[in-house]
């Protein structure tokens, strides 16, 4: 029950005063009086201001906080919560225009032109309105529906530009989770069997791998062991050049050319990487192609498939980022998706690699590749 009533508080004395749930009434013998709440989250016991008794009345008091424990129970931080009352938080539409004004100056001409585009096309009309803060999966589901089976490549493109809004949002202060990840594929329909990028499921890939790894590494195959241990682009690894390899650091510095995105991007090369690597016979040049084809020009795009056709297998090469994707998602559920993303070198807004900080986001990526290298290659 309360225990503080309106002349209680006018009059109360230096002191800490119980109203019960949680609340407290501070007073200070200077006689200023301010309104605490005190509410577990997450097994830590906080304190939470809520502001002065001038400012709030009691039951203002109260109302404030019945529902800084309701976002408690609900799992979310109610200290940001609290604060989030001082953010102006925007709707999708506008934190989509906000995105591209920070971000697109560091984007490939072709993305920066498709985001808005696609997003007014596809997302607009269904979370146009939408305060990002309020926008789930389900939301989510509900844009992707009607393209999810019928245009795969539009529908990934526009799951990914949502994704990069969301997690904009989020570094911005306006929601205070990331982009829904795998829950949003729950609920939608299979796509049809022989779609774009058909990849093979992530449990069958190292058994697969364990059987091309015995035979003649030939440039192509070694170039497809290499994108499925990496969960590269099968055009980074046809260009991938031995001077972008970093032994000491085990880092694969790739340039803004051969990277689809037109961004220069580093990756971490797993210790079953680098072994791989260690198995090519390396030319005097360093400029030389890791993967060289006739005449020691670039592999053709079609390459790194003919071995997969030769082992009778119906999948792409490039599937295995999707393998990769699937497997990050149920086997290292605690490497937050941006992270995941960012591996595959994705869009990620820079702003929410600062949120981890840069080493730490960096070492989390690195966790993920090689605990990745490590199941293909059957280390783990």
Known sequence: ???????????????????????????????????????????????????????????????????????????????????????????????????????????????????????????????????????????????????????????????????TVLNFSKSRGWRTNEAPGKAVTIGLPKRPKGGHFKAMPYAEVPGYFAQARVQTLTSSRGALLFQMLTAARPGEVRHARWEQIDFDKGEWHRPADIMKNDVAHVVALSPAALALLDQLERPKADKALIFPGLGGKALSDMSLNKVLRAAKLPYHAHGFRSSFRDWAAEKMPHIPDPVAEAALAHLVADEVIRAYKRTRFAVMQRELLEGWADFVAGDG
């Open 1 to 163: 029950m309360p225990q503080l009533s309106a002349l209680s508080v006018k009059n109360a004395q230096p002191g800490r005063h119980c109203d019960g749930q949680g609340l407290y009434l501070l007073v200070k013998p200077s006689g200023s009086r301010s309104w605490v709440l005190r509410v577990q989250f997450k097994g830590r016991r906080r304190d939470i201001g809520l502001g002065s008794s001038a400012a709030l009345s009691l039951s203002e008091a109260r109302e404030k906080a019945r529902e800084l424990r309701r976002h408690a129970l609900n799992g979310r931080d109610p200290a940001a919560e609290r604060d989030r009352k001082f953010v102006v938080v925007p709707d999708f539409r506008e934190a989509s225009r906000q995105t591209h004004e920070a971000l697109s100056s560091g984007w490939a001409a072709r993305t920066a032109a498709a985001f808005l585009s696609s997003l007014q096309e596809h997302a607009w009309p269904v979370l146009g309105s939408k305060r990002v803060d309020h926008i789930e999966a389900s939301h989510l589901q509900d844009v992707l529906r009607p393209i999810w089976t019928t245009k795969p490549a539009m529908a990934r493109k526009v799951r990914q530009f949502m994704a």
